[in-house]
């Protein structure tokens, strides 16, 4: 974290708030006395303490007792307070004000986003609601924004996957996909292989919503939020603008998907993201949002699958040897010695043992065969098993590699794959 955020003082002592540290009854006189911080202040401090934590997203959950917060840190949910269930809906009206939601309507999900400047420092915050048992969930997403785009040499990819993702991104024309589960990187991963091919020669257009990055280099679109303009309206606009390389934020329908595919057959290099549980699944997901077989088969170049895994904390890391049920549950053979490590914990990473994230992938190159196969509309194992003979390497080994190299644990794999 950096010092100017580590520098800004916080204005509200949320755990006098805290049910678990004083009781209901003392918080609640503390609220009647009229001397206590406004929803909005107390938002901003939440706020402040997550982004202090480098928490990536932030959960307000109504129960029966209380309000829990909870914020997302390296992929893993802690503990921020718990207030009183009296205050969340004061607090919710101050959330949905920010994001321009509207705050009577308890009864339906709703989506919105906010801008918030710390220091010298802009973030960008997602919101979304949901009705509950007990209320009204919400999930913040919390992403900051910067000036600066990602190298694909800083994304974690082996030399193997480098070279595979390298030769994909290099072709002139067709599909090229980014999948995982959400929050695993992919658009870091779009915007940095994007980086990686502009030129002065290119002429590169963007479609996203929001831009996450500003891209000197590339033309961005943002669709408007009401539908009055939509991904599908600026792809089509895009293909009369003679582009080389265009960029999608994400395809997440029928419509999208098609002309994602169509703009690749005219001859562009298309980068978009897709939600998919491996590389080979993106090609089924495709043809489920009904893009046409034939065009999945004739525009789709390559699929990169990631997943986010946390590292080993450089500060606190040593060797250490395994138990043995550590390693029966582990699905993986070792050269003997093999050398193990893990964080014993410290004060720089809070004593989890765990610094920072890198991405393991999969990257599925499409070649004539597999083309074939998917033409023929032949089973995802089918196809799987033809890249294994290709040289495919699933997530899973990308992974064991990482844990041969004493980047990540046993642990981590075993939380991230059960």
């Given amino acids: 974290m950096n010092e100017d955020l580590k520098n800004i003082p916080s204005k509200v002592n949320l755990e006098i708030f805290d049910i678990n540290n004083f009781s209901k009854d003392k918080i609640r006189d503390l609220f009647r006395s009229g001397k206590v ?12 303490r ?6 990536t997203d932030l959960h307000f959950e109504p129960t029966d007792n209380e309000l829990r917060i909870r914020y997302g840190s390296e992929g893993v949910l802690k503990r921020l307070v718990s207030l009183p269930k009296d205050i969340a809906d004061n607090l919710s009206s101050v959330i949905k004000t920010k994001a321009g939601l509207n705050a009577f309507e308890k009864k ?7 801008s918030l400047t710390l220091g010298n420092h802009q973030f960008d915050i997602r919101v979304s609601t949901i009705p509950v048992m007990a209320g009204e969930r919400f ?6 924004k910067s000036n600066r785009v990602a190298n694909l040499e800083e994304l974690g990819f082996s030399a193997e996957n480098f070279e595979r993702i390298r030769k994909i991104i290099n072709k002139p024309i067709g599909l090229f996909l980014v999948t995982g589960p959400s929050n695993s990187g992919k658009s870091t991963t779009i915007y940095a292989s994007v980086n990686d091919i502009q030129s002065p020669e290119k002429n590169i257009i963007t479609v996203e919503n929001p831009v996450e990055y500003k891209l000197d280099y590339a033309s961005q679109v ?8 939509t991904y599908v309206d600026a792809l089509r606009a895009i293909l009369r603008q003679n582009p080389n390389v265009i960029m999608l934020g994400e395809i997440r329908d029928a419509e999208t998907g098609i002309v994602a595919a169509e703009a690749a057959l005219y001859g562009n290099l298309v980068l978009s993201t897709i939600l998919s549980n491996d590389a080979v699944g993106a090609i089924l997901r495709l043809l489920s949002l009904g893009v046409p077989t034939y065009w999945v088969a004739s525009s789709l170049i390559g699929v990169v699958h990631q997943q986010l895994v946390r590292k ?3 500060d606190c890391k040593e060797e250490y040897k395994p138990t043995d049920q550590e390693l029966a549950r582990f699905n993986a053979s070792f050269p003997e010695p093999a050398k193990f490590y893990h964080g014993k914990g410290c004060d720089q990473c809070k004593g989890t043992g765990y610094h920072g994230r890198t991405a393991i992938h999969e990257i599925l190159c499409i070649n004539d065969q597999i083309r074939d196969l998917i033409y023929l509309n032949s089973s995802m194992l089918t196809i799987k098993e033809t ?7 699933n997530i899973y ?7 041969r190299n004493g980047i990540t644990t046993i642990q981590e794999i075993q939380r991230a794959f059960g």
Wanted: negative net charge.
């Fill in 50 to 55: 997550s982004i202090k934590a480098e928490a």
């Fill in 139 to 144: 999930a913040l997403r919390i992403l900051a």
């Fill in 222 to 229: 943002q669709p408007s939020t009401d539908k009055s303009f």
């Fill in 108 to 114: 339906k999900p709703q989506e919105g986003r906010f």
């Fill in 37 to 48: 911080p406004t929803a909005e202040v107390m938002i901003d401090e939440i706020l402040l």
């Fill in 312 to 314: 080993i904390c450089p």
């Fill in 387 to 393: 890249a294994r003979s290709l040289g495919f390497e």
């Fill in 397 to 403: 080994e990308d992974a064991v590699k990482k844990l």
